[in-house]
């Protein structure tokens, strides 16, 4: 498994920015791919985006548009910057990683990060 590590969340108002980090611990970085999900108080995680080992791209439809994930294999993070934030983007953001296909099932992933809050007042 693999080591991750969130950063970046906090409170915005609406219609602001925010951008994600997530550092993961292995040498072999590159040949993962990295998801972002997120879940609200009450309800079930879902997924957000992710980016495979080849940097293609997926994204919810609540989402895209918005959102946008990137990885620095150099520096083994995957990014989420979020723009256009809404209250309905109030979640945990949890980074999650699993080997080369990209995915998004919360269950295909091994290894997940410990979860950071974004708050989006109105």
């Known amino acids: 498994q693999v080591q991750l590590v969130e950063s970046g969340g906090g409170l915005v108002q609406a219609g602001g920015s925010l951008r994600l980090s997530c550092a993961a611990s292995?040498?072999?970085?590159?040949?993962?791919?990295m998801g972002w999900f997120r879940q609200a108080p009450g309800k079930e995680r879902e997924f957000v985006a992710s980016?495979?080992?080849?940097?293609?791209?997926y994204y919810a439809d609540s989402v895209k548009g918005r959102f946008t994930i990137s990885r620095d294999n150099a520096r083994n993070t995957v990014y989420l910057q979020m723009n256009s934030l809404k209250s309905e983007d109030t979640a945990v953001y949890y980074c999650?990683?699993?080997?080369?296909?990209?995915?998004?099932?919360?269950?295909?992933?091994?290894?997940w990060g410990q979860g950071t809050q974004v708050t989006v007042s109105s």
């Open positions: 999650a990683a699993r080997l080369f296909k990209a995915s998004m099932t919360p269950s295909d992933f091994d290894s």
């Open positions: 980016v495979n080992w080849a940097t293609v791209t």
């Open positions: 292995t040498r072999s970085f590159s040949n993962y791919a």
